[in-house]
């Protein structure tokens, strides 16, 4: 049911997204409530996609639909979906300050997508292996709380992905508890760079940039 087709992804804000396969699977991944900043999201989904217990990635009530919930690591099926949970930290310290995160990798419409939560180091090998190739990948690249700019940067020369999307970092919409960079900072040397100028954008197996790529989302109430 989830292999052909173009896939189109949604910024809710933050790290939250909204993954839909020509409208009849959709996938909302970390929703979170209110206090955030942003508005919470206001979507309905058939699989909610949770990386970590923390209140700005956990917030399944706000999804409508009755959504099917994957979290943890290890492999899942929602919907008939594949989904594979690689276990990391959301710190540099074992998970000692922040806890456990969830890196989740499944499969939309032929495209291999790779959210990595709120990850807080850079992969090791065995993560990479683990996750295998990835077509579109969603890092946060604000810091403070995830791995910063410069670290995100590593994780995408690991991954070696077609499509790059940031998110958790600093927008206007953002709380003041929240003390991260911008996107300028992780743009800087990047050859491939697409301002999107909307919250959305649309994916089919064939028309991937053959040159990793970002694409930077424009966040819209």
Same mark, same amino acid.
């Given at each position: 049911?989830?292999?052909?087709?173009?896939?189109?992804? +949604?910024?809710?804000?933050?790290?939250?997204?909204?993954?839909?396969?020509?409208?009849?699977?959709?996938?909302v991944t970390d929703p979170f409530d209110?206090?955030?900043?942003?508005?919470?999201?206001?979507?309905?989904?058939?699989?909610?996609?949770?990386?970590?217990?923390?209140?700005?990635?956990?917030?399944?009530?706000?999804?409508?639909?009755?959504?099917?919930?994957?979290?943890?690591? *290890?492999?899942?099926?929602? +919907?008939?979906?594949?989904?594979?949970?690689?276990?990391?930290?959301?710190?540099?310290?074992?998970?000692?300050?922040?806890?456990?995160?969830?890196?989740?990798?499944?499969?939309?419409?032929?495209?291999?997508?790779?959210?990595?939560?709120?990850?807080?180091?850079?992969?090791?090998?065995?993560?990479?292996?683990?996750?295998?190739?990835?077509?579109?990948?969603?890092?946060?690249?604000? *810091?403070?709380?995830?791995?910063?700019?410069?670290?995100?940067?590593?994780?995408?020369?690991?991954?070696?992905?077609?499509?790059?999307?940031?998110?958790?970092?600093?927008?206007?919409?953002?709380?003041?508890?929240?003390?991260?960079?911008?996107?300028?900072?992780?743009?800087?040397?990047?050859?491939?760079?697409?301002?999107?100028?909307?919250?959305?954008?649309?994916?089919?197996?064939?028309?991937?940039?053959?040159?990793?790529?970002?694409?930077?989302?424009?966040?819209?109430?």
């Amino acid at each position: 049911m989830a292999n052909k087709g173009e896939v189109t992804v +949604k910024w809710l804000g933050h790290s939250s997204f909204l993954i839909a396969l020509n409208d009849t699977v959709k996938i909302v991944t970390d929703p979170f409530d209110s206090t955030v900043g942003y508005p919470a999201p206001d979507e309905s989904a058939d699989v909610c996609m949770i990386s970590h217990d923390h209140f700005d990635h956990n917030c399944v009530s706000v999804v409508k639909g009755d959504p099917e919930v994957v979290k943890g690591t *290890g492999e899942k099926e929602a +919907k008939g979906i594949k989904f594979k949970g690689v276990g990391s930290f959301h710190d540099d310290t074992g998970g000692s300050q922040r806890g456990e995160n969830t890196i989740w990798i499944f499969e939309l419409g032929g495209i291999k997508f790779g959210h990595v939560g709120d990850l807080g180091i850079a992969l090791d090998d065995s993560q990479v292996k683990e996750m295998g190739a990835v077509d579109v990948l969603f890092v946060p690249i604000g *810091g403070f709380y995830t791995i910063d700019s410069a670290t995100a940067s590593k994780v995408v020369d690991s991954l070696n992905p077609k499509v790059v999307i940031p998110m958790h970092y600093k927008t206007p919409f953002l709380g003041d508890n929240f003390p991260l960079a911008g996107v300028d900072e992780f743009l800087k040397g990047k050859e491939e760079v697409v301002k999107v100028g909307s919250n959305s954008v649309s994916f089919s197996k064939e028309n991937l940039p053959g040159k990793t790529t970002v694409y930077v989302l424009e966040y819209k109430r």
